[in-house]
């Protein structure tokens, strides 16, 4: 089996007939982009280029460019014109046609795909000098994967002749639109004039990231221009497989999932109740950020009525009752939060799913809570469900972080569980009151009010072994996989399937081979880094079945009735030949310093002891157990006071006291020396 390097070489010798022009010889020679289309004319400087126009159409996966091209022959004879030119990024040519005469009207000849060698060698002879009238062969050959030439003999004496190709290329699938970039093609004297046009009715059209309607014209004279067409109607995951034998021993496999704009659709005339974390462990920061999120959330929910609790040691509603989502985002808007000890997280839940429990049946119901989740030791996990059994309502929880706006779910969570039970997830919510992310916050909030990405993905190809296809498991709507190599023949390739979740809904879309599929990647493969894995005879039943110019076809387009004319090109007194070439973390350190003894048992008794001698008269010592979390009381399980005088009065006054000292407790302001979660203390006062 010949090496690839050599079929390549080959290739080009065989394909590059010796009448193309010496002066091209440097360019086709020289690495990298041409600045503009070369054009050369073998017998007179008077051959020009008359027009160059595309019609463009760009479909969902391809774009087809008709590319239609006319020189002028200004000269006294036949001349033969050689293009040699770039074509847009994973570009291939598909097609080729000369415009002739045939009973005396214009007629196109269209090109046959040939072994490149062949196709050559015929171009040659048909040029060649012989007693016959001129009549035209065209041949479309392969220079490198960015690179085609062109030849077409003769153009006649004061004569236009026109020459069309096609190009397909891929597009990108992106943002919720098939994209094609374009270079600026053309000769440095003239651009082409393109026409783009939607392949599908209702598919909508942009360039450079503006609107345009179909059968728009534009001028490619800029260094890349962008065109874009977006979809109409897709609500589902699309995609395509090609399996194509290349040989016994591999397979030519290419497949792609797109993802719609949409993949879901916020609910209608909801009832959400939002509850924000009042506890005394948020940061300023961490407060307006969660109201920030709150107001971002419900912008997505415009016809949404809604109640917003926060909570502490106790739950506070905002609202007398479910007000519309406008009044509630502005309410949030004058919001001052003033965080206090207590994260009675579980008692708000039980009332958000209470209120909901007595909304009208058949509206969808929604809980969003955004807090730090730092709480008291008591309050597990096995505790959180049956809080939300009443209403039915899916709940999404937030544990809020500082900085730029992201949400990201936690599926290993201790709550994970009894939160997707109801439909929702538990997010690592990152929020930031910041003006300059306030677009980002509306986008990245959404997500709570509707699915946006799909987690979890996995693409799977039995006996396949396929890169990773998608980072971190996500693929947000809009967005697309592409996948293409050569895999070995053994391998099935039967079928490929995309499973992943929105939310908690599992999601599948399987492949399979498609023939239409197979037939465009045939050709498309020798515009992409696949080609390099082929050899030649592995190339050619690709490229036959593609029709596309390769390292080992080219097309030529022939006139019936070509033979060597009175005009033909005397190609041994040309002198010289033509070069040919192959085709979340922080750089923030920390200063470690000898750590100072901090007694925090002697903390809260000074504290409450100050507090307890301010309490009504009565038992002279006390015993207050506590839970903290952090530097915030998270609970005030006991107070027992003892240590009466004789005769002294209890009952109220012992009640007076307690309530006193209890009050105290929680309205202690910790030191940040207070670090640990789930810390206990029993603190024992006296007068």
Request: aromatic residues 6%; neutral net charge.
């Amino acid at each position: 089996m010949m090496a690839r390097e050599s079929l390549r070489r080959r290739a080009l010798r065989a394909s590059w007939s010796l009448s193309a022009a010496a002066g091209l010889a440097t360019m086709a020679s020289t690495p990298g982009a041409l600045a503009y289309d070369a054009l050369s004319a073998l017998r007179s400087e008077a051959l020009v280029e008359q027009s160059h126009r595309i019609a463009l159409s760009v479909d969902r996966g391809q774009a087809s460019l008709v590319v239609r091209r006319t020189v002028f022959n200004g000269g006294p004879r036949h001349d033969e014109a050689t293009f040699l030119f770039d074509v847009p990024r994973g570009a291939v040519a598909t097609a080729l046609g000369s415009l002739g005469v045939k009973d005396g009207k214009p007629f196109w000849f269209r090109g046959d795909l040939m072994e490149a060698e062949a196709a050559a060698e015929k171009y040659r002879e048909l040029t060649g000098v012989g007693g016959f009238y001129p009549k035209d062969p065209a041949l479309l050959s392969w220079r490198d994967q960015s690179r085609l030439a062109l030849q077409v003999f003769p153009c006649a004496p004061n004569q236009p002749k026109t020459i069309e190709y096609t190009l397909k290329l891929p597009t990108e699938y992106r943002d919720g639109r098939y994209h094609v970039v374009l270079p600026r093609l053309g000769t440095e004297k003239l651009a082409p004039s393109v026409v783009v046009t939607p392949a599908r009715a209702g598919d909508r059209l942009f360039v450079d990231d503006k609107p345009v309607p179909p059968g728009a014209a534009f001028t490619l004279g800029q260094d890349d221009t962008h065109v874009s067409l977006a979809p109409a109607g897709m609500r589902e995951i699309t995609g395509a497989l090609a399996a194509v034998p290349v040989d016994d021993a591999f397979t030519l496999v290419q497949f792609e999932f797109d993802t719609p704009p949409r993949l879901s659709e916020p609910p209608r005339n909801a009832r959400v109740v939002v509850v924000l974390d009042g506890s005394r462990s948020l940061s300023d920061g961490m407060a307006a950020g969660e109201i920030a999120a709150a107001r971002a959330y419900l912008s997505h929910l415009p016809d949404a009525l809604v109640q917003v609790l926060t909570f502490d040691r106790e739950v506070h509603a905002r609202h007398r009752g479910f007000v519309p989502a406008s009044t509630a985002i502005a309410d949030l808007g004058r919001m001052d939060l003033r965080t206090r000890n207590g994260s009675r997280v579980d008692d708000a839940l039980a009332r958000a799913d209470a209120l909901l429990a007595a909304t009208p049946p058949g509206l969808p119901r929604r809980i969003v809570v955004l807090t730090d989740l730092l709480t008291r030791s008591t309050l597990t996990p096995e505790r959180v469900g049956p809080l939300l059994a009443k209403s039915g309502a899916l709940a999404h929880v937030g544990i809020l972080r500082g900085g730029a706006p992201e949400l990201q779910r936690d599926d290993d969570h201790a709550w994970s569980r009894p939160i997707r039970a109801t439909g929702g997830l538990v997010w690592h919510a990152y929020a930031s009151e910041e003006r300059s992310h306030a677009k980002a916050m509306t986008a990245v909030y959404e997500e709570l009010a509707r699915p946006t990405r799909l987690h979890h993905v996995d693409v799977r190809a039995p006996g396949l072994d396929l890169p990773l296809l998608v980072d971190y498991g996500l693929l947000p709507e809009g967005q697309g996989i592409a996948h293409i190599d050569v895999h070995p023949a053994k391998a099935s390739a039967t079928e490929v399937e995309l499973r992943g979740e929105l939310w908690t809904k599992p999601v599948s879309q399987v492949l399979r081979p498609d023939a239409k599929h197979g037939d465009r990647w045939s050709a498309l493969v020798f515009g992409s880094a696949a080609a390099w894995r082929l050899d030649d005879e592995q190339m050619m039943p690709l490229a036959l079945r593609g029709g596309a110019v390769s390292p080992v076809t080219s097309y030529l387009a022939i006139e019936p009735g070509v033979r060597p004319s009175t005009e033909g090109i005397e190609r041994e007194a040309r002198g010289g030949s033509v070069g040919f070439g192959s085709g979340r973390a922080s750089g923030v350190g920390r200063v470690y310093g000898a750590k100072i003894h901090f007694d925090h048992l002697a903390y809260l008794r000074n504290e409450l002891t100050a507090a307890f001698k301010q309490c009504p008269a009565g038992a002279s010592t006390a015993t207050v157990a506590l839970e903290t979390t952090r530097d915030e009381v998270v609970d005030v399980t006991s107070v027992q006071l003892a240590g009466h005088a004789a005769g002294q009065p209890q009952g109220a006054t012992d009640t007076a006291i307690a309530r006193c000292l209890e009050e105290a407790t929680w309205n202690l302001t910790l030191p940040l020396r207070f670090d640990a979660t789930f810390e206990r203390y029993v603190v024992a006062v006296t007068r």
